[in-house]
Structure formats: structure tokens, C-alpha cells
């Protein structure tokens, strides 16, 4: 779970979308994608899958572990230090600045 604030609020947006898709706009969305774009590749499909974004099904910690080749305490890190990654970019900060409006 995500310790420092700017984490927990990127994570609490993931959360919300994943649950809600229609909460935000197609142009949020679209501006989402671009952000998880900073990540590589496998990252970024990890995160998809665990928050269940874009239409995606939502895996498992289990399923998203196995797909790393990584224990699940492994893989819940891996996809902390994302988040963690994504939180502290201008871009994450300049979207949550057009959220808060």
C-alpha cells in the first residue's frame, strides 16, 4: 500500500477509475494512457491489469505475479514503485491539477 501522499492519491484515481470507468472523461482517459506510457511495456500491463483500466479485466495478484515470473509480494512491489514512479512526474501532476478543477 502506497506510504507518501502523492502515491496514495495516483493510486486512489486508479482505483476509482478501475471501478468507475465512466467517472472520468475520454480525454482523462486518454491523458492516463499517455502517463502509463512512461512506464516499459511489462509495467505498464502490469498496472493495467491489477487497477482493471481501459476496459481491461482485472487480474489477480496471483495471475499478474505469474505473468512476471516474480513471488506476489515481488510483484505488489513491482507495481508500488510504479505507481510511486508515475506520481512524482510532471505529467501525473499537471493531470491531477485538470482532475482537481
Known amino acids: 500500500m502506497p506510504t507518501d501522499n ?7 484515481y486508479l482505483v ?10 475520454p480525454q482523462m482517459e486518454h491523458y492516463l494512457e ?6 516499459p511495456p511489462e509495467e505498464e500491463e502490469a498496472v493495467t491489469h491489477y487497477y482493471g483500466l481501459f476496459g481491461c479485466e482485472r487480474k489477480s495478484l496471483q495471475e499478474i505475479a505469474k505473468e512476471l515470473k516474480m513471488s506476489q509480494e515481488d510483484a505488489m512491489a513491482r507495481i508500488d514503485q510504479c505507481v510511486r514512479k508515475l506520481a512524482v512526474t510532471p505529467e501525473w501532476q499537471m493531470l491531477k491539477q485538470t482532475i482537481e478543477k
Open 6 to 12: 502523492l502515491t496514495k492519491e495516483l493510486h486512489s
Open 16 to 25: 476509482r477509475i478501475g471501478i468507475n470507468p465512466t467517472s472520468v472523461t
Open 34 to 39: 499517455h502517463l502509463l506510457y512512461l512506464l
